[in-house]
T-cell receptor, first 115, second 112 residues
Framework: NAGVMQNPRHLVRRRGQEARLRCSPMKGHSHVYWYRQLPEEGLKFMVYLQKENIIDESGMPKERFSAEFPKEGPSILRIQQVVRGDSAAYFC?????????????FGPGTRLTVL | AQTVTQSQPEMSVQEAETVTLSCTYDTSENNYYLFWYKQPPSRQMILVIRQEAYKQQNATENRFSVNFQKAAKSFSLKISDSQLGDTAMYFCAFMRTDKLIFGTGTRLQVFP
């Protein structure tokens, strides 16, 4: 049973470009969470999605950031017009169900560098 | 809002010794979960141990154990018989509803 997969592992973009980060949850998991880790900091929650629905986006910046989890295919975190401050590691986690406890299994992360 | 505080940015311990990492949190909730995650240089997030707030018994996983003091809102991690492979960042985290809230981490270095 493959774990949570994220690609690419490393992504370099120039200021103003778009970044697309992909996350394939574990088999049987329909809940996806995105977290951002700035250098030398802990992970910060961004968004929680179920298939075709955004459940909680309270941690998403108001502009330039969007996320989706379509019926088919991976979850996508999209950052438009990237700026240097977007450089961070972006982690995806998945769980089999919702509720106040279901273990979240983390992917290896995507490290975004904005030049 | 819930917050998680790790007051030790860095710790070091000699191999085979015991070390304790501190974590405090703030919440008005009664039922929740607490976690310790390890992040080695590979940056993969690895769950070390979890504690359910409604359980009084402290969780234990092999060499890892916690001291959970609910009234004091304290959740420390004890690593016994430290090994070189324990060198990593350690994050304390809180969960009430689906999202995890992390502390800023403690960098642990295990010396031979």
């Amino acid at each position: 049973n493959a774990g949570v997969m994220q690609n690419p592992r490393h992504l370099v973009r120039r200021r103003g470009q778009e970044a697309r980060l992909r996350c394939s949850p574990m088999k049987g998991h329909s809940h996806v969470y995105w977290y951002r880790q700035l250098p030398e900091e802990g992970l910060k929650f961004m968004v929680y999605l179920q298939k075709e629905n955004i459940i909680d986006e309270s941690g998403m910046p108001k502009e330039r950031f969007s996320a989706e989890f379509p019926k088919e295919g991976p979850s996508i975190l999209r950052i438009q017009q990237v700026v240097r401050g977007d450089s961070a590691a972006y982690f995806c986690a998945s769980s089999p169900a919702s509720g106040w406890y279901n273990e979240q299994f983390f992917g290896p992360g995507t490290r975004l560098t904005v030049l | 809002a819930q917050t998680v505080t790790q007051s030790q940015p860095e710790m070091s311990v000699q191999e085979a010794e015991t070390v304790t990492l501190s974590c405090t949190y703030d919440t008005s909730e009664n039922n929740y979960y607490l976690f310790w995650y390890k992040q080695p240089p590979s940056r993969q997030m690895i769950l070390v141990i979890r504690q359910e707030a409604y359980k009084q018994q402290n969780a234990t996983e092999n060499r890892f154990s916690v001291n959970f003091q609910k009234a004091a809102k304290s959740f420390s991690l004890k690593i016994s018989d430290s090994q070189l492979g324990d060198t990593a960042m350690y994050f304390c985290a809180f969960m009430r509803t689906d999202k995890l809230i992390f502390g800023t981490g403690t960098r642990l270095q295990v010396f031979p």
